[in-house]
């Protein structure tokens, strides 16, 4: 009986969700957008089955916008140009990680609408790579008086924002995959609000400049999000070996390293012999 | 021979290192990369482990480093002096010889490790100690060798590692740096000699008149 309650209630939350997932989709006067969730499990027919990622160190990194899909009102969509200079300035944070060895920029063109995994798989043989960052996005300008609010979509769930009217609100979403295991490994988003500042005259190319703010505000905002999401994925990598295998190629790279753990230890140990070794001197 | 009252031999180490990681570039040219050793830069044999490869790395190498060393100077700087040499070479002979596959060797490690062995032999061997300092020395001891044998019979690091940094660590080097240890100790362990204590005005014993060791 309370299963069926929960159920029910899960049911009737999911509409209201769905709900307001539509009126996001026909509220809007303008929007354009990008789902990692739609590009990699779009395809029912594509059956995903995970496995433990298998990590060749020093890792190669691809980096994709993957597929756009507007409305067909939208007058100002993201240029290649933008995406270019976008994923440079994100791919630059993946060169400073010391286990990357290369970053592929790899042209949305080659990515094919829902084209899942099986697309991801011929990537990685043309670009010989490990791990791609897949870069969506999803940016709405409230231009219609009736609309208050957006949901956005990722790869971990729904963020739900409100808006004025002539506001632009974006987000940029980094997910990073294992290719191979078909593993998500982490994310990193980037969410920005512009405020609305055009008058009718000057409308159109207000909106059009809102736009580029807003990309760029929100993927300053990702760039921090994935300094930190690195480090963090570092330390799972670290504190869980059997969650990731780490693989390491001929020809790598070896240090003699103390290690904090073993440092700490003999530091201590040493420490507390020669405060016992403190003994009054004998004649 | 007296020892200094300032560990010259570990500060100039350890300003080279921390010089090094400050300047990338002339790490480059001392760093071991066996293509360039084969072909001739033999000097990179021996000065590898002034070169870090990461600032962590470099960090908990030199805490052990300056604690050991520097408290082996003041003690027996001669055997410290065989022993820093000693792990300065062996690693790097060792990866050269045995380790084709290792392409770059960095770190310290061995050169501490070598200093932890020496220290921990020389306050094992002072009789006059109190058996808990000595026995804390030789869980000292016990530490440095017995985590290099169980990574190497395990084939990962016992703790929590370089990871994802980008390089293996290698226990092999730190077993060599304790070979090194040991022998600079001279013959540990087969005879403990008497303690001979030169009493100075101050009433504490002198410098380096421990017999055998410096």
């Avoid at chain 1, 027919?45 to 990622?53: D, L, R």
């Amino acid at each position: 009986m309370s299963l069926s309650f929960s159920r029910k209630h899960a049911g009737l939350a999911l509409m209201a969700l769905g709900a307001l997932g539509a009126g996001c989709a026909t509220g809007q006067n303008s929007r354009f957008t990008s789902s990692v969730v739609d590009y990699l499990y779009g395809d029912k027919e594509q059956v995903v089955t995970q496995s433990i990622p298998r990590l060749s160190l020093p890792l190669r990194v691809g980096i994709a916008f993957v597929p756009g899909d507007n409305d067909g009102r939208r007058q100002h969509v993201i240029t290649e140009n933008q995406k270019l200079r976008l994923s440079r300035r994100i791919a630059s944070q993946f060169e400073e990680v010391p286990y990357v060895e290369s970053i592929e920029e790899i042209p949305t063109a080659y990515l094919q609408p829902r084209g899942g995994f099986t697309n991801l798989d011929q990537i990685r043989s043309m670009y010989d790579i490990d791990v791609i960052a897949l870069i969506s996005y999803d940016q709405v300008q409230h231009t219609d008086e009736d609309w208050t609010s957006v949901t956005y979509w990722t790869i971990v769930g729904a963020y739900v924002v409100s808006g004025e009217i002539n506001d632009t609100s974006t987000m940029v979403d980094a997910a990073v995959f294992d290719i191979a295991s078909r593993k998500f490994l982490f994310r990193a988003p980037g969410l920005s609000h512009v405020t609305g500042k055009g008058t009718p005259v000057n409308l159109s190319e207000q909106l059009r400049l809102d736009s580029m703010e807003g990309l760029e505000l929100a993927t300053d905002e990702l760039i921090g999000n994935l300094q930190a999401e690195l480090g963090r994925f570092q330390q799972r990598v670290e504190e869980s070996p059997e969650e990731y295998e780490v693989h390491r190629e001929a020809g790598y790279t070896g240090g003699g390293g103390v290690g904090g753990d073993l440092a700490t230890a003999l530091i201590a140990f040493g420490a507390l012999a020669s405060l016992c070794n403190r003994r009054p001197s004998r004649i | 021979m007296q020892p200094p009252s300032v560990p010259y031999l570990t500060l100039g180490v350890a300003a080279a290192s921390v010089g090094l990681w400050f300047a990338p570039e002339l790490g480059e040219a001392l760093i071991y990369r066996r293509d360039l050793v084969a072909g001739g830069e033999v000097w990179r044999l021996v000065t590898a482990p002034l070169v870090h490869l990461s600032a962590s790395h470099l960090v908990w190498n030199l805490a052990v480093f300056l604690w050991a060393a520097a408290a082996c100077e003041r003690r027996c700087p001669q055997r410290l002096g065989r022993a820093l040499g000693a792990s300065a070479l062996l690693p790097g002979l060792w990866a050269l010889g045995w380790q084709p596959e290792l392409a770059v060797y960095g770190g310290l490690s061995a050169l501490a490790t070598a200093a932890v062995v020496l220290l921990a032999l020389h306050e094992l061997r002072d009789a006059a100690s109190p058996r808990l300092a000595r026995g804390l020395w030789a869980v000292v001891l016990a530490l440095v060798v017995v985590k290099p044998l169980a990574e190497l019979g395990l084939q990962r690091p016992l703790f929590a590692g370089a990871g994802l940094e980008g390089w293996r660590p290698l226990p092999a080097a730190h077993l060599l740096g304790a070979l090194s240890g040991l022998w600079a100790a001279g013959r540990v362990g087969l005879r403990r000699p008497p303690v001979l204590r030169e009493v100075t005005p101050a009433g504490g014993p002198a410098e380096g008149t421990t017999p055998g060791l410096g």
